[in-house]
């Protein structure tokens, strides 16, 4: 088994034992342990991982930390585990503590699901408080299982992790300011963007009415780019689809006018995506736009998951279509869609069966 797949198993057991963990001894041993054997360590050789690392600081003897990875003898990572319900919060604990009285270059806080790492970019032996890279392993990407491996016992090479910790690190603080000025523009962002259009002074009820439009002007932009990557995607996944005879009153609608794929449907669509990604792979949920609705498949064949029928104007609503027929939901925002994760995940289950 690759890494990869390691990482993703670990990633569907978290969703299935983790509320029979009632402790942080429970928690290490059921989800940290698990992951470290993922990079390659062997849990129970003294050697590489040693529970209980009895790291000194001062006068405070045998002060002890979870794990400490080793290699040659030294400490290379030092891991706080916390229990999986827990709050990660770096401020006064051990791991700050013992960073710098340890020949360890990372730092890890988990709870056996969210993985913080950590290293010393801003003053030399003393641990950063904002990690460089941050996993969820219920919610991990691509590009975060490539940073992971870095750190697998077969790969791991300090200058290679540090030479890419900077950029992890400061990208990720930067899309976190990006994210907030999305929501919320600041007064200097307003500002900056304000003197490209407006000539006059900036007064403080200039500012105020600027700060509606920039606020807008963000998010209308987010939206425009965003639905013309979903566009070009699914476009994409409709040359790929197997060609199929469309039904009879889907015929005359294509005739008579040409569909137009809304935001709303293509968003409601990477709902249901988000939805079923639990169950299979995202990229064999696909989408068919028609004048009268919008089907989402599974695997580009007839098998319909369910429709969106949000073109009428008025009632938006979602038809499951299950066994025992079609059932139609109503749908006030896009977010309703998540409600109804059981149905759905049910007709892909009965479809996998088949």
């Given at each position: 088994m690759d890494f990869k797949d390691s990482v993703k198993q670990i990633s569907e057991k978290v969703e299935k034992i983790k509320e029979?963990?009632?402790?942080?001894?429970?928690?290490?041993t059921a989800l940290v342990m698990p992951f470290l054997q993922a990079l390659g360590y062997d849990v129970f050789n003294p050697l590489e991982i040693v529970p209980e690392y009895v790291c000194d600081i001062?006068?405070?003897?045998?002060?002890?930390?979870?794990?400490?990875?080793?290699?040659?003898?030294?400490?290379?990572?030092?891991?706080?585990?916390?229990?999986?319900?827990?709050?990660?919060?770096?401020?006064?604990?051990?791991?700050?503590?013992?960073?710098?009285?340890?020949n360890a270059k990372f730092g890890v806080l988990t709870n056996g699901i969210i993985y913080r790492f950590y290293t010393d970019?801003?003053?030399?032996?003393?641990?950063?408080?904002?990690?460089?890279?941050?996993?969820?392993?219920?919610?991990?990407?691509?590009?975060?299982?490539?940073?992971?491996?870095?750190?697998?016992k077969t790969y791991f090479d300090v200058d290679n992790i540090l030479s890419s910790a900077s950029e992890l690190k400061y990208t990720r603080e930067l899309k976190y300011v990006i994210q907030k000025e999305f929501a919320s523009p600041s007064p200097e962002l307003v500002r900056v963007i304000t003197k490209?259009?407006?000539?006059?002074?900036?007064?403080?009820?200039?500012?105020?009415?600027?700060?509606?439009?920039?606020?807008?002007?963000?998010?209308?932009?987010?939206n425009e780019t965003m639905t013309t990557a979903l566009k070009s995607a699914l476009s994409s996944e409709t040359r790929d689809e197997t060609p199929e005879q469309p039904e009879k009153d889907e015929q005359e609608s294509i005739d008579k006018k040409t569909i137009i794929t809304t935001t709303e449907e293509l968003e409601g669509f990477m709902v249901i995506k988000s939805i079923l990604r639990q169950k299979v792979n995202p990229e064999r949920i696909t989408s068919k736009d028609t004048e009268a609705y919008f089907r989402?498949?599974?695997?580009?064949?007839?098998?319909?998951?369910?429709?969106?029928?949000?073109?009428?104007?008025?009632?938006?609503?979602?038809?499951?279509?299950?066994?025992?027929?079609?059932?139609?939901?109503?749908?006030?925002?896009?977010?309703?869609?998540?409600?109804?994760?059981?149905?759905?995940?049910?007709?892909?289950?009965?479809?996998?069966?088949?």
């Open positions: 029979n963990l009632q402790t942080e001894e429970a928690t290490k001062g006068t405070k003897k045998g002060e002890k930390i979870d794990y400490a990875i080793i290699k040659d003898g030294k400490p290379i990572i030092l891991i706080e585990c916390k229990h999986w319900q827990q709050d990660l919060v770096l401020h006064d604990n051990q791991l700050l503590r013992y960073f710098h009285v340890s970019l801003e003053t030399p032996n003393k641990m950063d408080e904002k990690p460089f890279l941050e996993v969820d392993l219920t919610n991990i990407e691509g590009n975060q299982i490539e940073e992971l491996k870095k750190f697998h490209q259009v407006y000539d006059g002074i900036i007064t403080a009820k200039v500012l105020e009415q600027f700060t509606t439009l920039v606020r807008k002007a963000l998010q209308g932009h987010m989402v498949l599974l695997d580009n064949q007839r098998k319909t998951i369910c429709r969106l029928h949000f073109n009428n104007g008025k009632k938006k609503y979602l038809t499951i279509l299950d066994e025992a027929g079609e059932k139609k939901f109503p749908i006030e925002t896009i977010d309703d869609i998540y409600k109804y994760a059981a149905e759905l995940e049910a007709v892909v289950d009965r479809f996998e069966k088949q």
